[in-house]
């Protein structure tokens, strides 16, 4: 396999301050990628061209992956390339003018403000219910994405000032206010919770979100937390950490937050990325105008 991966994946750890689960993703679709290239006798990715780049998305469209996962392997060739242009390895990319595949937008997926109020009113006042609730009304009143969320330490927040420091994907630290109800939820984990799930342990473990054994929890775990609460909630919708990103992002459009301050808050490079939660705000503008105008 490609001698150059280990190194790439140190870069984007490293340099582009990507968390590990992204990381891993990126070496995955290498790997597979690679093993395309080995299969047509190609030899390495350094030495494919265009040709065998083409050749591998056409293969990907013709096992019928969704156009999506045909971008995000593409955007993982091109990284890699673009790495090894600037490491001088290599001295063309074979990936650059592939064209990206287009996709389908699909309808964002959110709560509304009573179905995220049902959500939060679950957990219970076990030392499970506070760490859970603190975990809950942290996702809703801050948008973070799931990763960003478990590799939180408790000295990324601030209760005194009331805000959360986050790092993001890309090594851009960004500060996120807290509402009073987030803000009281963690106060209560953190000096309540927090210690006895330590147990014992020595404070040297910094995560603000632990497990039973006093130590991180892992992004498997807070999912199963998600669903079982929405389950218990009965809100009759899938329910996920990036449901409640986006329901976080569609409530703040809807009462009026302007694009530019909702971009920095959600950490996308670009604002095209968050221009996407204006399409709810405009349908939900017209359903009023359908249901409410005499001449509609």
Known sequence: MESHFPRFAEYLKNKKKMAVNSVNAYLRDLREYAA???????????????????AYLLKLKHENR??????????????????MLTQRIMSTNPAAEIKTPKIARKEIEYLTIG??????????KSVKGIRDAAI???LYA???RVSELIEMNVSDVNLR????????????ARIIPLGRPAR??????IYEGRSK?????????????????????????????????????GVGKKITPQILRNSFAVHMVQNGADLKSLQELLGHEDLAATQIYLTVSKNRIKDVYDSTHPRA
């Open 36 to 54: 395309f290239l080995e299969e047509k006798r190609t030899g390495a990715p350094t030495d494919a061209t265009e040709a065998d780049v083409a």
């Open 66 to 83: 969704a156009a999506a996962t045909v971008n995000r392997k593409l955007a993982s060739v091109r990284a890699f390339y673009k790495f």
């Open 115 to 124: 179905e995220v109020e049902t959500l939060l009113d679950q957990p219970g």
């Open 136 to 138: 809950l009304e942290a």
């Open 142 to 144: 801050t948008g973070l």
């Open 161 to 172: 000032m009331g805000f959360v420091t986050c790092n993001g994907e890309h090594g851009k």
């Open 184 to 189: 009281a939820a963690l106060e209560s984990y």
């Open 197 to 233: 799930l330590l147990r014992g342990k020595s404070d040297s473990e910094q995560a603000l979100f632990l497990n039973y054994y006093g130590e991180r929890i892992t992004r498997q775990a807070l999912w199963k937390i998600l669903k079982n609460y929405a389950t218990q909630a």
